[in-house]
């Protein structure tokens, strides 16, 4: 990355550690922490492992798509490269608001390794899109079951979080299939770039329409294969059901069974559509305010801090670590290769 990027994002980055630690200071301050980590420490390893497990199977699926577009669009690439590309995404969502790091540096990685920008653009659109459709969905059909269990903020958030991702969906949609509104924003970008006086702006003008008229043509050639289009969207609908429903295998842990895994799948979407469109870093606070009010109905008073922090540690904070560990070795990966050409240019110079 260069060096604006990388000050970026270590800027993002304590921002996110900030609003964690301000988020667990507020729920923990009138806690026990030592009987809270005796209650996580108590929980039934298997089902643990069955949840870090089904988050994996979460960012299996979602290569699966991401690899399935970028081989119709004719490149060459290896599903183990794109689930690293999947993991960088993640990370860089959780540390930016509203999850806009994400795509952008994906796709800063995979042209480091030589895909077409054009082709991973429209690639993380389409998965952007079923993801979108996916969320909002089983969000509307699961709120049916469980508004009576959410009071009246709740209910006004979920509404605002379906507005939002709803909005994005609309401009997703306006991306992919709108030549026009792809030109207006390329010339928007254009003047942003004069406002604050890029160099070089003509090439990087011609760069852009260059890669805009690709994206079209390749745009075009997506939503001719409606077989793609549907495969996307079922593979992401599994995808979320698998991710919605890791918070029951924490249920279990604690060796409750009362409740059934679609009670607590839907719970669990139902936070997700009203959280995901939240301009907060990985949704932080908001993530942990919403599951403590809407999962009392799963656990007694005294065990719901407890859950909720095994809960979120394994479908989230367990995986921005990971992730955080890939983007490191990719970084240093990308480092090493710039030095080896450039060591080889200076003798290549010499001689």
Same mark, same amino acid.
């Given at each position: 990355m260069e060096k604006k990027e990388t000050k970026k994002s270590i800027r993002n980055l304590l921002i996110f550690v900030i609003l964690i630690f301000l988020t667990f200071y507020? /729920?923990?301050k009138d806690q026990n922490p030592t009987e809270i980590l005796d209650l996580v420490r108590s929980a039934d390893l298997k089902f643990v492992l069955i949840a870090i497990g089904f988050m994996i199977l979460y960012f299996l699926f979602e290569t699966i798509n991401v690899t399935r577009t970028l081989k119709t669009l004719g490149e060459k690439t290896s599903f183990i490269r794109n689930f690293r590309y999947t993991?960088?995404?993640f990370f860089f969502s959780s540390i930016t608001p509203a999850a806009s790091g994400g795509q952008p540096m994906e796709i800063y990685y995979m042209s480091r390794d030589g895909l077409n920008v054009a082709n991973?653009?429209?690639?993380?659109? +389409?998965?952007?899109?079923?993801?979108? /459709?996916?969320t909002i969905s089983i969000g509307i059909i699961s709120v049916f079951f469980n508004y009576k269990y959410m009071n009246p903020p709740l209910i006004i958030f979920f509404i605002v979080g379906i507005l939002l991702n709803a909005s994005a969906l609309a401009l997703l949609l306006i991306s992919i299939c709108s030549k026009r509104v792809t030109a207006w924003l390329i010339r928007?970008? +254009?003047k942003v770039m004069k406002f604050f006086k890029v160099k070089n702006m003509d090439k990087k003008q011609e760069w852009m329409e260059q890669e805009l008229a690709k994206y079209q043509v390749n745009a075009v050639y997506v939503k001719t294969h409606k077989l793609l289009i549907f495969k996307t969207i079922i593979t992401t609908y599994i995808q979320f059901l698998i991710y919605y429903s890791v918070p029951y295998w924490i249920y279990r842990s604690f060796g409750y069974n009362k409740s059934n895994i679609l009670e607590v799948l839907s719970m669990q979407a139902v936070l997700f559509a009203t959280v995901s469109g939240i301009p907060s870093p990985g949704a932080v606070g908001v993530s942990e305010g919403g599951f403590m009010e809407l999962f009392k109905k799963f656990y007694p008073q005294s065990q719901i801090a407890s859950s909720m922090l095994l809960c979120r540690g394994v479908n989230f904070?367990?995986?921005v670590i990971i992730s955080c560990v890939v983007v490191m070795i990719s970084s240093l990966r990308d480092k090493k290769v710039k030095l080896e050409a450039k060591e080889t240019e200076e003798k290549n110079g010499e001689v």
């Open positions: 507020i /729920i923990f993991l960088i995404g991973s653009t429209l690639a993380l659109l +389409v998965n952007l899109t079923s993801m979108q /459709i996916a928007f970008a +254009v904070y367990l995986f």
